[in-house]
């Protein structure tokens, strides 16, 4: 690609990450969704992906615990299924038909979530979840965010809201620390695929971090509902690309 394309690439990351570091997210699915709009070839976007989300998740971690909008009781039992299956998700390679159908499905449904979002609003009592249960929920998003490349927050978040086991914000902090954690082990899960990581990689990296300081800093004090459902319909157009729609 010329390079003006990949600074407008660039320009599009750092809005992603503002977007969704405002709800604790790192921004995978949207780095994944640029990247298929821009036709980055399918072995470069989960590396990528991956490593823009470290950065990111690193610093609403940091941010969000720091407003005190954390709790390890909750998010330790999800981290010790995701991680292993995070990292075995990570090694398997697929052929790149079946990798875009699949982060395809992955995008259309963070889409939706993204569109529905305000709807998920807890209807109980906060409690704290079984830990077999956070356990065996979290292998399964682990597995699916080292396939796809994503973190497993647009997967963690709805669920943890939906069964009253944190509030909104809290669950922003604590979904960022398990991005954070499967995004490393999805990375490690397949070194090789570091290989794959483009040159341009040092301008995204610094323009998601710059991203993820504005929308961290937003994040922990306003509401961007409408602008979450903006994304989702980016979300489920980038989606309908990558199976073949259009």
């Known amino acids: 690609m010329p390079d003006t394309v990949h600074i407008l690439l660039a320009v599009c990351m750092f809005v992603g990450a503002a977007l969704y570091s405002s709800v604790g997210h790192a921004g995978a699915s949207a780095y994944i969704a640029l990247m298929a709009l821009f036709s ?3 072995a470069v976007m989960r590396p990528t992906a991956l490593t823009l989300n470290i950065f990111v998740a690193t610093i ?3 941010r969000y615990a720091q407003a005190g909008y954390f709790r390890w009781r909750v998010v330790w039992p999800f981290l010790l299924g995701s991680l292993p299956f995070a990292f075995i998700g990570g090694g398997i390679q697929l052929p790149g038909e079946y990798y875009r159908a699949i982060v395809g499905g992955v995008l259309i449904l963070a889409g939706l979530r993204m569109l529905w979002a305000v709807h998920l609003y807890a209807k109980r009592e906060i409690h704290d ?3 077999w249960l956070s356990v065996l ?4 998003i682990g597995f699916l965010s080292g396939l796809t490349g994503t973190g497993g927050g647009i997967f963690l978040s709805p669920v943890i809201i939906f069964l009253s086991w944190s509030d909104l914000r809290t669950t922003s ?3 960022a620390v398990f991005i954070f954690g499967n995004s490393i082990a999805g990375l490690l899960g397949n070194y090789a695929m570091v290989r794959s990581l483009p040159d341009e990689l040092p301008m995204y990296v610094v323009a998601v971090m710059l991203g993820a300081l504005i929308g961290t800093a937003f994040g922990t004090k ?4 409408y602008i979450r459902r903006a994304l989702g319909v980016v979300l489920i157009i980038a989606g309908l690309k ?3 729609v259009y």
């Open 137 to 140: 929920i979290g292998i399964g």
């Open 173 to 175: 902090g604590i979904a």
């Open 222 to 225: 306003f509401s961007i509902i």
């Open 129 to 131: 979840p079984p830990i």
């Open 242 to 244: 990558l199976i073949g």
């Open 40 to 42: 980055v070839p399918p």
């Open 60 to 62: 609403a971690s940091y």
